[in-house]
């Protein structure tokens, strides 16, 4: 059964850049895109982007070109780098595997969630 | 249009049958799919596709589809049922993930 650990930094200052690395377990690495989604506090939730095995990408046009995605297919591990950050940018920092068909997208199953708050 | 809508909150008695529903203009070409959030969890695949429910989902979740609105019937609502409920699909132009705002479910 796959299963997904994530870990980074938790703590930011505005400006900095965010880091989370996304481990993938009991799965193939290939075939799925693998996603990034956060959720403010109190909010709902927000897709980030997603990657493959390939290293093609997708992201949210809403975080204007702050996204960095790649994948490190020897360790099965996928990252996230998100560059200057603000107080927006503070949320529970989800990893998940994605699932897509002609038809439809989802996500399954999820990482346990990073906090990253941003603060001066 | 990337947007899909949810109602905020809904409510429904114990063991009575409720529909969240999801509307978007993506979703006249795509499935959506469904998760359940508990305060303080990851959230969790419910539905996906036309009506598929991942391994361990009880058969009282049930998905539909028709025109641009999505819904997810519970059947039989159980106190544990309690908890936020959300959409997502592709948008419209099949490179990118939207979800909805989410539904508060309240079993009374």
């Known amino acids: 059964q796959v299963q997904l650990q994530q870990w980074g930094a938790g703590l930011l200052k505005p400006s900095e850049t965010l880091s989370l690395t996304c481990a993938v377990y009991g799965e193939s690495f290939s075939g799925y895109y693998w996603s990034w989604i956060r959720q403010p506090p109190g909010k709902g939730l927000e897709w980030i982007g997603e990657i493959n095995h390939s290293g093609i990408t997708n992201d949210n046009p809403s975080l204007k070109s702050r996204v960095t995605l790649s994948v490190d297919t020897s360790k099965k591990h996928f990252s996230l780098a998100l560059s200057s950050v603000t107080a927006a940018d503070t949320a529970v920092y989800y990893c998940?595997?994605?699932?897509?068909?002609?038809?439809?997208?989802?996500?399954?199953?999820w990482g346990q969630g990073t906090l990253v708050t941003v603060s001066s | 249009s990337s947007e899909l809508t949810q109602d905020p909150a809904v409510s429904v008695a114990l063991g009575q049958t409720v529909r969240i529903t999801c509307q978007g203009d993506?979703?006249?070409?795509?499935?959506a799919s469904w998760y359940q959030q508990k305060p303080g969890q990851a959230p969790l695949l419910v539905i996906y596709?036309?009506?598929n429910r991942p391994s361990g989902i009880p058969d009282r979740f049930s998905g539909s589809s028709s025109g641009n609105t999505a819904s997810l019937t519970l059947t039989g609502a159980q106190a544990e049922d309690e908890a936020d409920y959300y959409c997502?699909?592709?948008?419209?132009?099949?490179?990118?993930?939207?979800f909805g705002g989410g539904t508060k479910l309240t079993v009374l």
């Open positions: 993506s979703l006249r070409r795509y499935y």
């Open positions: 596709g036309k009506n």
């Open positions: 998940a595997r994605g699932g897509t068909t002609v038809t439809t997208t989802w996500f399954d199953p």
């Open positions: 997502n699909s592709r948008d419209s132009s099949g490179n990118h993930v939207v």
